[in-house]
């Protein structure tokens, strides 16, 4: 995961994505445990199914961590998450993929936090 996060950190687009005051105290007002559980939310929803309708902008680029956290760690739609974790596109994601994919975004999350 470190290898990646790494690899992300290095894109000018990716690195440009972070936690603002903000968005910072809504996670220590959340707790991290309800984060994650958005997160896996949003992941199940918005990005596993196999086609989606709106791929590319189902993400919006701010209002939550995990959105922000998202485009961070290219976890923001099909066409990223080929490109940078190689899961392929039009295909539904495992349960799997699913939670690596969380566990990135959240990693991204705690890092921005510390």
């Given amino acids: 995961m470190q290898e990646i996060l790494a690899k992300l950190s290095k894109s000018k687009f990716r690195n ?7 968005n910072k105290f809504y996670v220590k007002q959340k707790g991290i445990d309800t984060i994650q559980r958005h997160a896996i939310d949003f992941v199940k929803n918005r990005i596993a199914p196999a086609n989606i309708l709106n791929d590319g902008k189902q993400t919006p680029t701010k209002n939550h961590p ?3 956290a998202q485009h961070a760690t290219a976890c923001c739609c099909r066409k990223c998450i080929n490109k940078w974790h190689g899961f392929a596109q039009n295909t ?3 349960t799997e993929q699913q939670n ?3 566990s990135i975004i959240m990693q991204w999350i705690k890092n921005q936090m510390e």
């Avoid at 440009?16 to 903000?22: A, C, G, M, N, T």
């Fill in 100 to 102: 690596y994919l969380v």
């Fill in 16 to 22: 440009k994505f972070k936690l603002s005051d903000e």
């Fill in 92 to 94: 539904q994601l495992s």
């Fill in 66 to 68: 995990v959105f922000i």
